[in-house]
């Protein structure tokens, strides 16, 4: 018995991995006594103990899939490819933070620390395989969440985030928590493999029961990764945060109410019943309404992080089609636009961060005429909004390309065009700011840009695969093929 | 000779790479690469031309090699008798903008590096016989235009940077989606991609459900490639991102746009619309003739109504690519060589006369016929500009179809073609070739003759560099007007291949 459960433990490394960073951070924080000298060591460290946690984490892609833990954890390359995008997203925040000027110095530990804690949380719910742990990851990355988005506590905008966060978070866990508990009842069974079976046999006000559960269980899910219309909360709380936790929402919480998302579906959904047909006719009005909502509302924005904000929504509205079509080629384009959403997303925080931080303020007009300020900067900035319109040859085109491919081959040609026409008014937006970045007279007043060197490379470095993998995507499409062939 | 299409493709690139590495300031390297570099694709498509079989329809100097194999996406270029033409109008059209764009000097660098990227995208539209490559090709073609517009371009350059990159980017997803299915309705298959494998109408009898009706797999999608096609010739009621484009782009671009790209929606019909679904374009080709004969109609009036005469230009481009969707519709063999015909005389007839507005424009620094306070804006030019005046006249008198220079043999293959289809709109398109020689005789009276102008006495005539760069627009003009063959010869097999087929299904 003890034996097995250390012989699970040799595919939970990553997670411990993350959870003694964690403490260790946390003792570290707490011994600094020098402000300035050591902040750097603690940066490193969590960078250097979150890049070694990559090792395990690939080494977990090869792997059989495995149920650990009395069947409370799945480990299989789908949920490890999402970790070690969540693992790189957080990496990404967490030096973003140790130049944003929108974290107060002495809190910048405080940031990494909570990311990490957040990252658990992911962690856990993209393995989840029964309903409690799907729970307990949803509140372990919540609750941290909530007091990431009042970082800035100083400033009424930031407080406003993190309560809005916290009601909203609250009350949409509770609702979620209210149907998983109602599920158990009428199912007897909270593990994802018993469940199903039980589902089968159900009639009359039962069914009914299960349905509503269900519903409730979504709504959950929905607040987390903001599908219409439970995205009200997003644009706030995006905007509200200093932008290194934006840059950490966008990816992190998406990515693990995605996974969920996607596992809970082909759980439950995948054997053609009434049941099956109805959500897919719900998440097909969810995903079309996600989307224009998402889009429309950014084009009025005068705020870049409120862009990014209903941008992401937008992009939410289009990953979420993978889901619907229920196969194999619908979850690899989902990863595939997960890769490639975590590098634009990342560049595109990084440079507003810089720029918003140089003129304290994050309206579109710190971007006027950045190309004759900092063209290499303006240039991949540019490059990267096209990229999230779906311009070829970037990263952006490929993973749009793969979403139309696996709607359209399900037949689903009302929501193809829906997706297509979003993608115009998506580029409208972009092209927008890029429109300014480029076309725009700077002001005159020539002031140096906190790009250092070291800035510069990361973002480069950011920016090296939305190019590849708009050009050579084939072994990323393999590589998240594999991982979308998991057990059911 | 099969890696050609691959050096012609990719050299402007390199040029391109060539150009960026060249130290700031050194804005006369930068000239020279660019010129050098366009000058050796020139001589390269003429080598193309020389080794072209003209006997043979289908593709020559193809090369493929795979790119994606999961999804059966190859890198596979390849010319036939309708994309010759082209390559060599884009060849020589880019070497000539860059001897008229020797004057910009506001970002050099940039300005000849995106130049250089556009020319060879535009060969990647031309050359690209995979789906996906034409699509990402297409794409791109955007972002260099964009630039190109936006930064270099006029007062309202903005506005009309982003008009022109939506139309066309509405258009072209649509076009995308239409790629999608057409990739599953061949079962994913090894040729799901392959321009020519998709030819020879195979989803006649397909059909789909859709919202519980049964629709026709061919009509549905012929309607998709048509809108991202259509977007692009322009065809009305498509063209209004046009005049803003065109008058707000900097010389060089109003002349490739003009000259080469509103060939790529013409081209699309001829390499993918008409070839994939023919059965649907014959059934619709009364539609087709309609638009292209209100785009003939409309856009001549359009133009008699502009006070700016590169807005002029711009709307004579509507009716002049309104000719070519007449050829296209009418789907004989005299139709079609006829619209093939008319998109290279249109590309260097148009691209003198925006060459030519160019270099008034460097001197005047106005477009108006009529200034708005309701003074002239010229008069009397034909004194003051002999040299000019001359070039003017060829320019002008090709665009408006007088027998003898190119722009005639193509519209009267055009008529000769359509006539056998649709006379009504064979005599209506007539009309519009009236108006055509009506506003711009009109505006050449109203610029050239009457009392001269205070303002055009201080203008100097066409320098040697401008003369030079008019002089191979002039010999194509003339001598195509009189001796069309070795246009004709190379079109002919590829395009009487393309007529059969549609003959299959009329």
Redesign the interface.
């Known amino acids: 018995m003890l034996q097995e459960l250390f012989g699970y433990l040799s595919y939970y490394i990553p997670e411990l991995m993350c959870i003694v960073l964690m403490t260790t951070l946390l003792v570290a924080e707490a011994s600094v006594k020098d402000e300035h000298g050591s902040r750097d060591k603690i940066y490193a460290y969590a960078i250097a103990v979150l890049g070694l946690t990559l090792i395990p984490l690939c080494q977990n892609m090869g792997k059989n899939p495995v149920h650990i833990f009395h069947n409370a954890i799945t480990i299989d390359a789908f949920s490890t490819l999402v970790k070690i995008i969540m693992v790189l997203g957080t990496m990404g925040a967490i030096w973003l933070s140790r130049s944003s000027r929108d974290i107060y110095t002495n809190l910048k530990s405080e940031f990494a620390i909570m990311a990490v804690g957040v990252l658990i949380g992911g962690m856990l719910l993209a393995s989840a395989n029964n309903m409690l742990t799907v729970y307990l990851g949803i509140e372990t990355l919540s609750i941290l969440s909530y007091v990431m988005s009042s970082l800035k506590r100083d400033e009424s905008t930031s407080t406003e985030a993190g309560m809005k966060y916290a009601l909203y978070g609250g009350l949409s866990a509770g609702v979620a928590l209210f149907g998983i508990s109602h599920l158990y009842g009428t199912l007897g069974s909270i593990q994802f493999v018993e469940m199903m079976p039980k589902l089968a046999g159900l009639e009359g006000g039962r069914l009914a029961i299960v349905l509503i559960s269900f519903l409730m269980f979504f709504v959950g899910i929905g607040y987390k990764i903001s599908l219409f219309p439970f995205h009200m909360w997003t644009p706030d709380v995006y905007q509200g945060s200093p932008i290194p936790v934006t840059a950490f929402f966008s990816i992190v919480p998406k990515m693990a109410g995605l996974a969920t998302l996607v596992r809970v579906s082909f759980v439950f959904f995948t054997d053609g019943s009434a049941l099956t047909v109805s959500w897919i006719g719900l998440m097909l009005v969810i995903s079309a309404m996600t989307m224009t909502v998402g889009n429309v509302t950014a084009i009025g924005q005068s705020s870049v992080k409120r862009l990014l904000a209903f941008s992401s929504i937008g992009h939410v509205g289009m990953m979420i089609l993978g889901v619907v079509v229920l196969n194999e080629v619908g979850v690899q384009a989902i990863l595939f636009y997960g890769i490639s959403y975590l590098f634009m997303t990342l560049i595109a925080f990084y440079i507003t961060s810089h720029l918003s931080d140089m003129y304290g303020t994050d309206t579109y007009d710190v971007f006027k005429g950045l190309i004759y300020k900092h063209p290499v900067m303006a240039i991949i900035m540019a490059s990267v909004l096209?990229s999230l319109a779906?311009?070829?040859?970037f990263s952006g085109?490929i993973a749009k390309?793969n979403i139309?491919?696996v709607v359209?081959?399900k037949?689903y040609?009302?929501i193809?065009?829906v997706a297509?026409?979003n993608?115009?008014i998506s580029?409208?937006y972009y092209?927008?700011l890029a429109?300014i970045m480029?076309?725009g007279k700077s002001d005159g007043e020539e002031r140096v840009l906190g790009f250092t060197f070291q800035n510069q490379a990361v973002i480069v470095a950011l920016f090296i695969p939305v190019v590849v993998l708009g050009i050579f995507?084939?072994q990323v499409?393999?590589l998240s093929?594999n991982a979308s062939v998991f057990i059911k | 000779m099969n890696g050609i299409l691959n050096w012609i493709l990719w050299l402007p690139i390199i040029g391109m790479v060539g150009v960026l590495l060249t130290p700031k300031a050194k804005d006369n390297v930068v000239r020279m690469v660019t010129l050098v570099t366009t000058a050796i694709t020139l001589i390269l498509t003429v080598v193309l031309y020389m080794n072209f079989d003209t006997a043979e329809p289908g593709i020559q100097f193809a090369f493929k090699v795979p790119w994606?194999?999961?999804f059966h996406i190859n890198y596979s270029l390849g010319i036939d008798g309708i994309t010759l033409p082209m390559t060599f109008l884009n060849a020589l059209l880019f070497f000539i903008c860059t001897l008229s764009s020797w004057t910009v000097d506001k970002n050099v660098k940039g300005y000849f590096a995106l130049l250089l990227m556009l020319q060879s995208t535009v060969f990647g539209v031309f050359f690209s016989l995979d789906f996906f490559l034409f699509?990402?090709y297409w794409?791109?073609m955007?972002?260099p235009m964009?630039?190109l517009i936006?930064?270099w371009g006029g007062e309202n350059?903005?506005y009309a940077?982003?008009k022109f990159?939506?139309y066309t980017?509405?258009g072209s997803?649509?076009m995308?989606?239409g790629i999608?299915?057409l990739?599953?309705a061949t079962g994913k298959s090894e040729d799901s991609f392959n321009i020519i494998a998709l030819q020879g109408g195979r989803f006649t009898e397909l059909t789909?459900?859709?919202?519980g009706s049964t629709v026709s797999f061919e009509k549905l999608f012929f309607w998709f490639m048509f809108l991202g096609f259509a977007v692009k010739v322009p065809v009305f009621p498509f063209h209004t991102w046009l005049p803003h484009a065109h008058v707000q782009a900097p010389t060089a671009v109003s002349v490739i746009l003009a000259g080469v790209l509103l060939k790529m929606g013409t081209y699309g019909f001829l390499r993918i619309a008409f070839p994939i679904f023919p059965a649907a374009a014959v059934e619709y080709s009364t539609i087709i003739a309609v638009l292209g004969l209100i785009s003939v109609i409309y856009g001549a009036f359009c133009a008699m109504a502009q006070d700016d005469v590169k807005k002029l230009v711009a709307y004579s481009s509507v009716s002049h690519m309104g000719f070519v969707m007449l050829g296209l519709s009418a789907m004989t063999i005299q139709g079609m060589n006829g619209a093939v015909l008319q998109m290279f005389n249109h590309g260097t007839s148009t691209a003198m006369m925006f060459l030519l507005i160019g270099i008034l424009y460097e001197r005047s620094h106005h477009r108006w016929i009529v200034k708005p306070d309701g003074s002239k804006g010229f008069g009397g030019l034909y004194t003051t500009l002999p040299k000019y005046s001359v070039v003017f006249i060829i320019g002008m008198f090709a665009s408006l179809g007088l027998p003898g220079l190119s722009g005639f043999i193509s519209e009267a293959l055009i008529f000769l073609g359509i006539y056998q289809r649709f006379t009504t709109i064979t005599v209506i398109a007539v009309v519009g070739l009236l108006i055509g020689a009506a506003y711009l005789l009109w505006m050449f009276k109203r610029m050239f003759f009457g009392e001269v102008n205070p303002e055009c006495e201080e203008y100097e005539d066409m320098n040697a560099r401008e003369i030079f760069y008019m002089v191979p627009l002039c010999i194509c003009v003339v001598v195509f007007g009189i001796f069309p063959s070795p246009l004709l010869n190379v079109m002919k097999a590829s395009v009487g291949q393309l007529v059969d087929l549609l003959a299959k299904f009329s």
């Open positions: 096209f779906g311009m070829p040859p085109f390309f139309f491919s359209i081959e037949k040609y009302g193809a065009i297509a026409v993608s115009v580029l409208y092209m927008k429109k480029v076309f995507w084939e499409m393999v093929g | 994606i194999a999961q699509y990402v794409e791109v955007l972002l964009f630039f936006g930064v350059r903005e940077a982003i990159f939506l980017f509405f997803i649509f995308l989606v999608v299915a990739y599953y789909l459900d859709i919202f």
